[in-house]
T-cell receptor
Framework: DVKVTQSSRYLVKRTGEKVFLECVQDMDHENMFWYRQDPGLGLRLIYFSYDVKMKEKGDIPEGYSVSREKKERFSLILESASTNQTSMYLC????????????????FGPGTRLTVL | RKEVEQDPGPFNVPEGATVAFNCTYSNSASQSFFWYRQDCRKEPKLLMSVYSSGNEDGRFTAQLNRASQYISLLIRDSKLSDSATYLCVVNSKDFMDSNYQLIWGAGTKLIIKP
């Protein structure tokens, strides 16, 4: 079974703090993704990575950065947390099949519910 | 107009009934489509992919209507355990570049009642 783990299920931070969210997958997947999920909006892609040290911006990268130093680990960083970053953050991974990068089955971690006060 | 739209529901359905819901998409160049299931306070999990001919998996049938730009999910003989939010995902090409993107709908909530 593919397993994607995230460092925290619940996190409470204060405005202006630097926040690190960690994600680890154990299936040697090339692609890794960070999403946020808000009520009524669906999942929105923040960043994704298709290889170690490679990253691409998603739909809403502002206020976030990422790091992928090892294939199994993809970190999301909130440089200076703000209240509008209160959300559920979901990490996902997927295989590369047939040279495609984005439309294969994605396996998700359990999510981190972040509250910024 | 949102790129991918779903009726948020909730759909309240008695156990054993058949239920169907749709997902509309705006980009006619979309190539592939998926249904994910998300249980309350859990992560999304792939339910089924939807290809041009549609497909069936047990009680679940997914169809694609390119002319009207929507996909559908039909659940027959619904079970209490089918209660969840069903997320539609569309692979759409951004005309500004060559990279395909996955666009997620906000989901349809389904409640199966005994």
């Amino acid at each position: 079974d593919v397993k994607v783990t995230q460092s925290s299920r619940y996190l409470v931070k204060r405005t202006g703090e630097k926040v690190f969210l960690e994600c680890v997958q154990d299936m040697d997947h090339e692609n890794m993704f960070w999403y946020r999920q808000d009520p009524g909006l669906g999942l929105r892609l923040i960043y994704f990575s298709y290889d170690v040290k490679m990253k691409e911006k998603g739909d809403i990268p502002e206020g976030y950065s990422v790091s992928r130093e090892k294939k199994e680990r993809f970190s999301l960083i909130l440089e200076s947390a703000s209240t509008n970053q209160t959300s559920m953050y979901l990490c996902a991974s997927s295989l590369v099949i047939g040279g495609t990068r984005t439309y294969n089955e994605q396996f998700f971690g359990p999510g981190t519910r972040l509250t910024v006060l | 107009r949102k790129e991918v739209e779903q009726d948020p529901g909730p759909f309240n359905v008695p156990e054993g009934a058949t239920v169907a819901f749709n997902c509309t998409y705006s980009n006619s160049a979309s190539q592939s489509f998926f249904w994910y299931r998300q249980d309350c306070r859990k992560e999304p999990k792939l339910l089924m992919s939807v290809y041009s001919s549609g497909n069936e998996d047990g009680r679940f049938t997914a169809q694609l209507n390119r002319a009207s730009q929507y996909i559908s999910l039909l659940i027959r003989d619904s079970k209490l355990s089918d209660s969840a939010t069903y997320l539609c995902v569309v692979n759409s090409k951004d005309f500004m570049d060559s990279n395909y993107q996955l666009i997620w709908g906000a989901g349809t909530k389904l409640i199966i009642k005994p």
